[in-house]
């Protein structure tokens, strides 16, 4: 019977325990289950129900429209003026000294001389046979002329012999004779007639032998068809020019550099902001700048790119700009009214359209769709909204078109 005193003792010490040693600990249990209850009851009767907030609370700037040149930048290259590879029309031997790649020649300079050969023999041949033929031109004249003198006695004895015939003083067989002899006589002017043109196609023809051996002679020497710089040297002396089929044979190439040519290749979205003569300038790949004039716009796109060709003139006096450099082009276009706002403000509406949110006078939330013009380091310069618009710059995720706001400004710095 002395196990109870001893359960006594032991729930005693364990009370003093707590309340002596865990006080703290037990005073802050006992006061968490006041606090939940009394929350459960405070919560249960002053929870009112929860209802969506009416108004969002946005951060808009006013922004206001500036004019500024909207350039259309492109990458392109130099190109020469013009370059043709200078061919011969004819086979032979060089002749001349050969001119270095790199020279400098004038419009009309000899570049190639190629041995002439036979064909002076051939021209003069062609000349004696011309000045034979116009030789055979006047016996001819004068067979025609003495075929008329016969045809006319001719028809004069038919004449005589048929007024005889009808008075009953001459035979019908005088008159037959007669007659064969007009007959003869407009045979003998059609065959000098035939003989005087056959004279004179002969002359036409030795013409034209003549024609083709001085032709073949002015072939001999090639001449640089406009000022430039050569590009490959011209044919060494001793060799051989040949033709192949309808190529000629090579005498050189001539490139013209001044002025020269930047290509460029233009959007289909950007080609109606770029006018015939709108300035351009660009940089070379060297970090060269150089400025110049648009003088080409294709009308016609590229199949595989849809983009347009764009050539614009520049200035090359010292042939400093080499045909084939990379260059970064930009072309002078019309200035558009932009609004200069922070990256962050743009968004897409629920068919990916870029655009904005912007404040409306009802303190409406509204969508404005834009188009990017140029990104800078204070943002990025937009077109498509109005000339004074508050644009929501924070919170613009959160609301769509008709939704109220009610906007905090910030100041905005252009």
Known sequence: MRIVPLIIAVVVAAFMYLFIIERDTLLAFASTDDAVEETTDV?????????????????AVHSAARNIDSAVVVRGETEAQRQIDVLGETTGLVISEPLRKGSFVTAGQVMCEIDPGTRGAALAEAKARLAEARAGVPTAAARVAEANARLEEAKINDNAASKLSQGGFASDTR?????????????????????????RAGIQSAEARVAVAQKEIDRLTIFAPFSGLLETD????????????????????????????LVGFVPE???????????AGARLASGQEV????????????PATRTFRVEIAVPNPELTIRDGQTAEIIIGAEGKAAHLLPQSALTLNDHGQLGVRIVSDENMAEFVPVVALRD?????????????????????????????????????NE
């Not at 919560?43 to 951060?59: F, G, K, L, S």
């Open 43 to 59: 919560t249960a009767e002053t929870t009112p129900e929860i209802t969506q907030t009416d108004v969002v609370r946005v951060v």
């Open 175 to 199: 008159v037959a004779a007669t007659q064969a002899t007009v007959r003869a006589a407009e045979a003998g002017v059609a065959s000098a007639t035939s003989g005087l043109e056959s004279a």
């Open 234 to 261: 011209t044919a060494e002396t001793g060799s051989l020019l040949q033709t192949q089929g309808q190529n000629g044979a090579h005498c050189a190439t001539i490139i013209e550099l001044d002025p020269i040519k």
């Open 269 to 279: 979205t950007e080609v109606g902001r770029v006018q015939i003569g709108a300035m």
């Open 291 to 302: 400025r110049g004039d648009v003088t080409f716009i294709s009308r016609a796109a590229d």
């Open 376 to 412: 800078t380091i204070d943002g990025v310069w937009l077109s498509g909204l109005p000339d004074k618009a508050n644009v929501i710059i924070i919170g613009q995720e959160y609301v769509v078109s008709g939704v109220p706001v009610e906007a905090s400004y910030q100041e905005h």
